[in-house]
C-alpha cells in the first residue's frame, strides 16, 4: 500500500476544509475499493510540524497522526490551502518545504491545493514548470516567484508528479483527479457523486473576477492603467497609450508586460470583459447594450473574446449569473 502525507502547516487561518476535504474523500475511495474487491491504494495520514494546529483563533485543532521527522518516505505529499499572509506562512513552514523537497526528490508526487502553491514554489520544484492557484492570488504569486508559469485560468495543472490547482473548494476536482488516476474512474466517479463534484470542469475562468494587476511600481503603468479603466467605451490603441505618456510604442509594450504580465491588448480585453460580466449580473441590459459600453461593436468579436476570456458565452453568463426579481 503506497503513503499518502496530507500536510498540517503552521500558522492560525490556513484551510482547514481542504484538509479535512481531501482526508474524507480519499479515505472514501479506499472504503469503495474494498467494496468492490480492490486493496485500498493509501494508507493516508495527516502530518505535520507540530503535534497540533489551531485554526480560526483556537476554534478548530488539528492533531496530526505523525509529524514530518517521522515520515522519510511517504508516495504523495498534498499541500492544503494557506492564508493570505503568504510571506509570513511561508516564514512559519520552512521546515516543512524542506521535507516537502526532500521527498519529491526522494520519488513521491506533490499535489498542492489553491495558495499552496505558494508553499510548493517556495521549495523551487516549480521553477520553469506550470502551475495554478487561487485568482485572487495571481499577482502575488507573479511577483514572488517569477521562474514559475502561472496558469491561473487553469483548474489543474499535472507536470512531472506534481499537480496544482485553482482556488478554494476547486481542490475537490484536484482531489478526484487524482482518485481516476490512482484508484480508477470508476471510483472517481462514486466519489464524485457521493461528494457531488463536476468532473466536467477544467477552467476557474468563469468564477474569476479581474481587478488589475497593480502590484509594481511603474508609474507610467499605473497612469496608462487608470487611464483604461475610466475609459472603457473609448476605442484607445496602444499607439495612443505611449503617444499620451510619451513613451516609444516598443519601450511602453516592453514596460507593461513586464509590470502587469498582459500585453496592453490582453490588459484592454480583461478590462472591458470584467466591466461586461458585472453588468450581466445586476440588471436587464441585453447583450449588445452591455456590449457597446464596454467599446465593442462587433458582436462576433466581444463573443470571441468573452469566451476567451470566462470560458462560456455572454448569453450563458448572464443566464446563469443573472436574475431578475419582479418588485411587488
Known sequence: MKHMSILVPNGDGNNLSSIVGAYKIFNKANEYSRQIGKEPVFNIQLVGDAASVEFFDGLFTVKPHTTITYVSKTDMVIIPSLNHHFREALQQNDAIAGWIEERYKGGAEVASICTGAFLLAATGLLDGKSCSTHWSAAD???TMFPNVQLRADRLITDEKGIYTNGGAYSFLNLVIYLVEKYYGRPTAIYCS??????????????????????QHDDEVVLLAQEYIEHNLDQKITVEDLSARFNVSRRNFDRRFIKATGNTPIEYFQRVKIEAAKKALETNRKTINEVMYEVGYSDVKAFREVFRKITGISPLEYKNKYYRYTVQV
Do not use: C, H, I, P
Not at 457523486?193 to 497593480?214: I, L, P
Open 140 to 142: 502575488s504569486f507573479r
Open 193 to 214: 457523486k457521493v461528494f457531488q463534484v463536476d468532473m466536467t470542469r477544467n477552467s476557474q475562468n468563469e468564477f474569476a473576477v479581474f481587478t488589475g494587476q497593480k
